[in-house]
């Protein structure tokens, strides 16, 4: 059987892992794997795609992705959600647990691979609860969670509200070096909040989710993971003195790594005056000091990753007033363009920067062979024009699900090929 060949040429290749930052490169790759160059022959006969005026990277490494299969399909599956992420640069995808999504042992962790293996187009890894139905009161066996495939270990929404089971856990994950994944919240604090508590709330009448609520289990958390000498990452920070406590962590070599979602690098409190369900998020949109700090702890590193926590929701659950709206937005395909648009062209960070915050970086975070164009690894590549604009709208839409905070907004920079093991899973039409 003959090989399949794949030259991605003339391209502005850009590897953070390898420091590559190349105009006019090519990038070879032989039966889904990348190799260094092609023989004549080999040229000949291989599948070209002419990357002219693009930047050609590595595959997206997605560490927060809710995909809601098996259980709630009628927001996402599977299939229509990995097309959404393709469509997005996305070759990798953590599928994290949610409300009602339970990951708790390795039964349930094979059907996820299973039909992972089955519909997705795009790499599916999953990642199990910390405790049984997610509920926080006892531990998941988390060697058995690791042994079945998972790269991590979280609750996701509800969290762990106890600290002694939360410190209990570290110490369990320490022994497989699988990382724990924190949604920090306070749920007491939060529960009847429907956005951040500021100036904002109190002009829109809205219950406000005060940031004290994120900052007192992101302190905690640092403390019991310095403690007990686990790994500990923030999803989606969106408070600044969570920043600040994350970063006096990681000064003291305590193994912590942070997310940020693009939702919060672009959107403040201030979006959510036209009541847009779409705009109701949790953590909630804070205030621009807050998005101030999210890009400085981009540009210092003490955010690693830019990740999507794309949350599907139906149109029905949506369409209600904004206090009875479930949380939760898409953003596997816009992660690209908000980054660009927050970080890029505003002239915070360079092109590789960004891309190492979408692919190398979150690679590291969960330990997997990802997010580079090095020789032997696998061809995931994301090609994307950085000054292409386009206006995203309920039709560009891959998702199963329409809840984004941009529809209707104009964005510059776009996703025109994702290429998954050397085979193109996504192709813009235009």
């Known amino acids: 059987m003959s090989s399949k060949i794949l030259w991605v040429k003339n391209g502005h290749v850009i590897d953070p892992a390898n420091g590559r930052d190349e105009v006019g490169g090519s990038v070879f790759a032989i039966d889904g794997v990348i190799v260094a160059k092609l023989t004549p022959e080999q040229e000949a006969a291989a599948e070209v795609i002419d990357a002219r005026g693009c930047v050609v990277c590595p595959g997206f490494v997605d560490l927060n992705a809710h995909l809601y299969q098996p259980g709630k399909t009628a927001r996402e599956t599977f299939e229509s959600g990995t097309k959404a992420a393709a469509a997005g640069g996305f070759t990798t995808v953590v599928c994290t647990p949610d409300d009602g999504i339970v990951i708790d042992n390795a039964g349930t962790v094979r059907l996820v691979k299973e039909l992972a293996d089955k519909d997705a187009v795009v790499n599916v890894l999953p990642a199990g609860n910390i405790t049984l139905g997610g509920k926080g009161e006892s531990l998941a066996p988390a060697g058995a969670l690791k042994k079945a495939g998972c790269v991590a270990i979280s609750d996701s929404v509800g969290g762990v509200e106890n600290n002694e089971i939360m410190r209990r856990a570290l110490e369990y994950s320490s022994m497989f070096d699988m990382p724990i994944f924190d949604h920090c919240q306070d749920a007491s604090m939060s529960k009847t909040g429907v956005m951040h508590e500021g100036e904002k709330s109190l002009r829109l009448g809205l219950r406000g989710m005060p940031r004290a609520s994120e900052d007192i289990v992101v302190a905690s958390d640092s403390l019991l993971s310095r403690l007990t000498g686990a790994r500990l990452h923030v999803q989606h920070v969106s408070s600044f003195r969570a920043i600040d406590l994350i970063r006096d962590a990681k000064r003291h070599n305590v193994k912590i790594t942070a997310e940020v979602s693009p939702s919060h690098l672009l959107l403040t409190d201030s979006d959510v005056g036209d009541y847009d369900t779409n705009k109701k998020i949790n953590p909630p949109l804070r205030a621009e000091k807050d998005r101030r ?20 929701r139906t ?33 915070e960070m360079t092109l590789p920067q960004v891309v190492e915050k979408l692919t190398s970086s979150p690679a590291r975070v969960i330990g997997i062979a990802a997010g580079t164009l090095s020789v032997g690894a696998a061809a995931d590549i994301a090609i994307f024009d950085p000054d292409a604009r386009h ?14 905070p941009f529809l209707g907004r104009e964005f510059r920079g776009k996703v025109v090929a994702t290429i998954v093991g050397g085979k193109v899973v996504f192709r813009d039409a235009k």
């Open 293 to 312: 700090a999210l890009i400085e702890g981009l540009k210092d590193g003490t955010i690693d990753a830019i990740a999507t926590d794309h949350a599907p």
């Open 315 to 347: 149109p029905t659950e949506k369409d209600c007033e904004f206090d009875y709206a479930p949380f939760g937005a898409i953003n596997l395909q816009t992660a690209l363009p908000a980054a660009l648009e927050a970080l890029y062209h505003s002239g």
């Open 391 to 404: 206006v995203f709208t309920r039709e560009s839409i891959v998702s199963r699900a329409k809840n984004s």
